[in-house]
């Protein structure tokens, strides 16, 4: 099936915000790395997002560099793939997405090939980051959101 017309040159962008939160208790260590599971209990409270949040976009196109990946954090650019559990995230991001691609095939209805293009994200704090309180969990809840 082709891809509808207009949609080659089109720019696919979303922008979302997300929550942050901080530890009243908080977890030491992990009992699995693999399953990102924490070695005791932990408490924490969400803070609004009226005040304190993390606003993070993802553009997208096909006149992006296929399969490459920009981040911008807080305006400084990022190796993304030197943070493992950014990647982590991306890569299951694209696996979903290719799941969906194949249904859509499968189903003889137009596709847009998203996980073969490249994307740009760029993600900012309202807030300090490494200040304690959870920023790469609420960047990482607008990426998988969005």
């Known amino acids: 099936m082709t891809v509808p017309e207009g949609t080659k040159s089109a720019i696919y962008h979303v922008t ?3 929550p942050t939160n901080i530890a009243l208790i908080k977890y030491w260590g992990k009992r699995s790395v693999a399953f990102n ?6 408490n924490s409270i969400t803070l609004s ?3 304190l949040c993390t606003t993070t976009s993802i553009s997208t196109s096909s006149s992006f560099e ?6 911008t954090l807080n305006d400084k650019q990022v190796d993304v793939k030197a ?3 950014w990647m982590t995230v991306i890569k299951e991001m694209l696996k979903l997405r290719k799941a969906v691609e194949k249904d859509l095939e499968t ?9 073969e293009w490249g994307f740009k994200i760029v993600t900012s704090n309202n807030f300090p980051t490494a200040a304690g309180m959870a920023s790469s969990a609420s960047g990482l809840c607008g990426l998988v959101y969005a």
């Open 83 to 85: 943070n493992d559990r």
């Open 37 to 42: 599971l924490p070695s005791n209990s932990n």
């Open 16 to 18: 979302i915000t997300a």
């Open 49 to 51: 997002q009226d005040d």
């Open 107 to 115: 189903k003889k209805r137009p596709v847009i090939k998203l996980s």
């Open 66 to 71: 296929s399969g490459k990946v920009e981040m």
